[in-house]
């Protein structure tokens, strides 16, 4: 299982970022879709989550101005952050909790950052 994510980059302050992830692999179900992020000297934090119901879960420090969303069927999360300030600037990764075809077990897989750089 190979979670590939999409267009990180940098934005002005007070811009808006769209990330995506695509789960690719021999999924039998994606249970909760996630965005962490890590900032330079800081531990990585939960941005966002989203389950396979649809419930969803932000930091205190993005609610109000981000939206998690997921398309089971093209098993892709997506993270809409508007507002952003510089303190997002981070790496972005995103997560995924998955059952492989054959398996019960819940596996839980990271994709490879992106870097997010919010300029001031």
């Known amino acids: 299982v190979q979670l590939q994510a999409f267009a990180g980059g940098l934005v002005q302050a007070g811009g808006s970022l769209r990330l995506s992830c695509t789960a690719y692999g021999n999924i039998f179900t994606l249970n909760t879709m996630s965005w962490y992020r890590q900032a330079p000297g800081k531990q990585r934090e939960l941005v966002a989550s989203?389950?396979?119901?649809?419930?969803?879960n932000y930091a205190d420090s993005v609610k109000g101005r981000s939206t998690i969303s997921r398309d089971s069927t093209k098993k892709t999360v997506t993270l809409q952050m508007n507002s952003l300030k510089s303190e997002d600037t981070a790496l972005y990764y995103c997560h995924a909790v998955v059952i492989i075809r054959g398996s019960f077990d819940e596996i839980p897989y990271w994709g490879r950052g992106t870097l997010v750089t919010v300029s001031s």
């Open positions: 989203i389950t396979s119901g649809g419930g969803t």
